[in-house]
């Protein structure tokens, strides 16, 4: 059996990342699994990228700045122009020879200039079995990647808070339309990466009838393993008598990361503390550093980091990882801080409950809370030194009966078997 994995990304982004680790995953467990994207900028044996040559990377990045164009005219605001993709431009990979040969098609995120809504129906036309974990809503919207409070997905979308002139027969009334017909005589099992996904795709009117599971993203937790934190603030250059609260996003500016709210509640912190002197920040992530300036704790700056070893120091260095993300599916940064034995506190939304037991492995706090936020900062932090030391071990135990790699890996390869007899 082979499978082909398609992301827009290889290493860019969480879904990017979930999805390079299921494609490892299952090559570990014995499954000839490649995944084919629109452009890397690193080689790994099992990954292909669609644009070789400079006149294919440059058409690549031509067709992002195409796609996003095409949302301009319509869009709301600049703080949702990466919220919603129309997927009018992509490429036709219905004969690369990757997809001829696999056996199932296994999509991810595929917006971006990678893959339209035309494209997706040529793949299907091919009749071949297709998977397709969803990172976020989009396959089932008309063109956002998350909702939030609204239902139109539930019906035929239109009237769409993401857009300048909503209508009924606006951009995203017309996006629902497209995936519909694409979507028609499909072999498609959608897979959401938590069970709040996956119910909201099964009380879809493009999903809800189909079968729907639910399947959490792999983590190899092997790579991620606790470090001594005398060790792992050693190697970071990092004072070893502090007490650390750690905040990681890919772009730490972004809206839906929630570092509004982390600000604010570490402004409560401060006045709650007995010594707020013993505790200090430590960041990782891309974007202005300008924005730390104004906290109230003494903060390190790693930047954007890539190496796996750095990472791993950074979550085994922390005392508590803050994820007060306002949208989130399954955030592969919640699997990492745990599986370095790290408690989390976070918002009470998305899949997040499904990961953070409360006061079990972590602190969840009321959504949109700044009061709640802080309290679990402070709760965490000021644990007796036993059970803080339960609190990171039932941390790393929940990762690994949960998420680890081979766990994970068998259940796609038990999915992917079921659906090729069907």
């Known amino acids: 059996m082979k499978v082909l994995?398609?992301?827009?990304?290889?290493?860019?982004?969480?879904?990017?990342?979930?999805?390079?680790?299921?494609?490892?995953?299952?090559?570990?467990?014995g499954l000839s699994s490649e995944m084919l994207v629109s452009e890397t900028r690193m080689d790994e044996p099992t990954v292909t990228s669609l644009a070789q040559t400079t006149w294919q990377k440059r058409w690549a990045t031509a067709r992002f700045a195409l796609d996003r164009l095409t949302f301009l005219p319509f869009e709301r605001s600049r703080d949702v122009r990466f919220a919603f993709s129309p997927a009018l431009i992509g490429t036709d990979i219905s004969q690369h020879l990757l997809v001829q040969q696999a056996d199932i098609l296994h999509l991810h995120w595929t917006t971006f200039g990678f893959l339209s809504t035309r494209s997706l129906s040529t793949l299907f036309a091919l009749q071949k079995p297709v998977v397709w974990t969803m990172h976020d809503m989009w396959s089932f919207t008309g063109g956002c990647h998350h909702s939030g409070s609204c239902e139109g997905y539930q019906h035929q979308c239109g009237n769409c808070p993401f857009l300048r002139l909503p209508a009924p027969d606006d951009l995203s009334n017309s996006g629902w339309l497209r995936k519909q017909t694409a979507y028609q005589n499909a072999r498609l099992t959608p897979v959401g990466c938590s069970q709040w996904l996956a119910k909201r795709a099964r009380q879809s009117s493009l999903f809800g009838g189909l079968s729907v599971q639910s399947i959490p993203n792999p983590l190899d937790t092997k790579q991620f393993i606790p470090l001594p934190k005398a060790v792992a603030r050693w190697e970071l250059k990092l004072p070893d008598r502090k007490r650390f609260i750690l905040f990681a996003a890919a772009k730490v500016s972004a809206l839906g990361k929630g570092f509004s709210y982390f600000q604010k509640a570490l402004h409560q912190l401060r006045q709650q503390l007995a010594q707020p002197e013993a505790v200090e920040l430590l960041i990782f992530g891309g974007?202005?550093?300008?924005?730390?300036?104004?906290?109230?704790?003494?903060?390190?700056?790693?930047?954007?980091?890539?190496?796996?070893?750095?990472?791993?120091?950074?979550?085994?260095?922390?005392?508590?990882?803050?994820?007060?993300?306002?949208?989130?599916?399954?955030?592969?940064?919640?699997?990492?801080?745990?599986?370095?034995?790290?408690?989390?506190?976070?918002?009470?939304?998305?899949?997040?409950?499904?990961?953070?037991?409360?006061?079990?492995?972590?602190y969840l706090v009321q959504y949109r809370s700044v009061d709640d936020l802080a309290r679990g900062m402070q709760w965490v932090l000021e644990q007796p030194e036993a059970v803080f030391s339960q609190l990171a071990a039932n941390a790393r135990n929940y990762?690994?009966?949960?998420?680890?790699?081979?766990?994970?890996?068998?259940?796609?390869?038990?999915?992917?078997?079921?659906i090729t007899q069907g």
Request: proline fraction near 5%; aromatic fraction near 8%; include cysteine.
């Open 399 to 418: 990762v690994v009966a949960n998420y680890d790699e081979i766990v994970i890996a068998r259940r796609y390869i038990d999915l992917y078997g079921v």
């Open 287 to 362: 974007g202005d550093e300008s924005l730390l300036q104004e906290l109230p704790f003494t903060y390190h700056f790693l930047g954007s980091l890539k190496n796996p070893r750095q990472i791993m120091a950074a979550y085994s260095a922390a005392d508590l990882f803050v994820i007060p993300s306002l949208e989130e599916n399954l955030p592969n940064t919640i699997m990492e801080s745990m599986a370095c034995g790290t408690p989390v506190v976070g918002f009470e939304v998305g899949g997040i409950p499904e990961m953070i037991q409360h006061q079990q492995n972590g």
């Open 5 to 29: 994995h398609l992301s827009t990304y290889h290493q860019s982004g969480g879904a990017a990342i979930a999805a390079s680790r299921l494609n490892q995953a299952l090559n570990r467990a």
